[in-house]
């Protein structure tokens, strides 16, 4: 049980690590993506959407990271 | 997709381990017994050789070229993601950077406090240490290379850009035997997290079932557009940082 949890310990540390939304954010991104591409939006428009989703993640875990602590 | 585009990323990407697997086994070789340390290396990418071979071949053969598209693609959105945020970070001095020389004397200093070495047979100390810091340092260029090379079909050309990378940076560091601190390893971090989201972006999209415009060759529309994207974060996060005054940071850091 010991080694169980400590593989899924350091799977984890490696996929998640300290930063959730950058885990979070790109499954949410491409679920997003998915649902454009099944309601047969453009393929120009649902790439450029997914990558502004990931910007987007990018840019919140940014914010998070240095923002101001009370 | 040319050998190239698949290669260059494994490249960087190894590039950037292997240099810090060098410091840890510079250390240990250094201090203790080269013979140990080196059976350790041995180990380590025997194993990680088995790991490539058997997980990069069976995701080749049994799963979907669709569903590998978009899980592939989902992980190295995640991964590049992570590394362009932490590289962001430590562009604007926001989090340490990776320092080398720092990280060797650290060693050192551990491996001090270690019992004496065995005089005759193996250190096992030497071993572990050797073993670990590569095993784990070049689980992340496994990782690379299974996704990089599994995606495009072109596990060899994924592989080889990593042994390259190998030998390129074991070569220079038999030359100076010393930790290469002058490898500008946040600007390779940088490009590294750059090409894993644009290939995340582009795979990941082709597994949900995205017909880009322009096929491949949107791949470099999208690095592009997230080079450009990701300079202005830079930009933004310092010009915050600076309006709020906070200081550097000055730590080792991971």
């Known amino acids: 049980m010991r080694y169980v949890r400590a593989f899924g310990a350091f799977w984890y540390d490696f996929l998640v690590g300290d930063r959730p939304e950058l885990f979070l954010g790109p499954i949410a991104a491409l679920v997003v993506a998915w649902l454009l591409v099944g309601a047969e939006v453009a393929p120009g428009i649902t790439g450029l959407v997914l990558f502004l989703a990931v910007c987007a993640v990018g840019a919140v875990s940014l914010y998070l990271t240095t923002r101001p602590r009370a | ?254």
Request: with cysteine; net charge neutral.
């Open chain 2, 1 to 254: 997709m040319h050998i190239l585009v698949v290669a260059a990323p494994a490249f960087v990407a190894s590039v950037v381990e292997f240099v810090e697997a060098l410091t840890i086994v510079l250390a240990v070789g250094m201090t203790r017994q080269w013979r140990s340390t080196l059976i350790g290396v041995g180990a380590a990418v025997a194993t990680l050789v088995v790991i490539v071979g058997v997980f990069g071949t069976a995701i080749v053969v049994f799963v979907p070229i669709e569903i590998l598209r978009l899980v592939v693609g989902g992980f190295l959105l995640v991964f590049g993601l992570q590394w362009v945020c932490k590289a962001t970070l430590r562009a604007v001095g926001a989090r340490a950077k990776h320092d080398e020389a720092a990280i060797y004397e650290r060693e050192l200093a551990l491996l001090s406090q270690e019992p004496p070495v065995a005089t005759v047979g193996m250190d096992w100390i030497s071993f572990t240490v050797a073993f670990k810091g590569v095993l784990l340092e070049g689980l992340e260029v496994a990782f690379i290379v299974v996704t990089f090379g599994a995606s495009a079909g072109q596990l060899g050309p994924a592989a080889l850009g990593a042994v390259v990378a190998g030998v390129l940076v074991l070569s220079v560091g038999v030359a100076v035997h010393r930790p290469l601190a002058r490898v500008p390893e946040n600007g390779l971090k940088f490009a590294v997290g750059l090409m894993l989201v644009t290939f995340g972006t582009f795979w990941a999209g082709e597994g949900i079932g995205i017909d880009w415009p322009g096929g491949d060759a949107v791949l470099f529309v999208l690095l592009a557009a997230y080079v450009g994207v990701s300079l202005i974060g830079v930009w933004a996060v310092r010009a915050m940082l600076r309006s709020r005054r906070i200081p550097l940071a000055v730590s080792v850091g991971d």
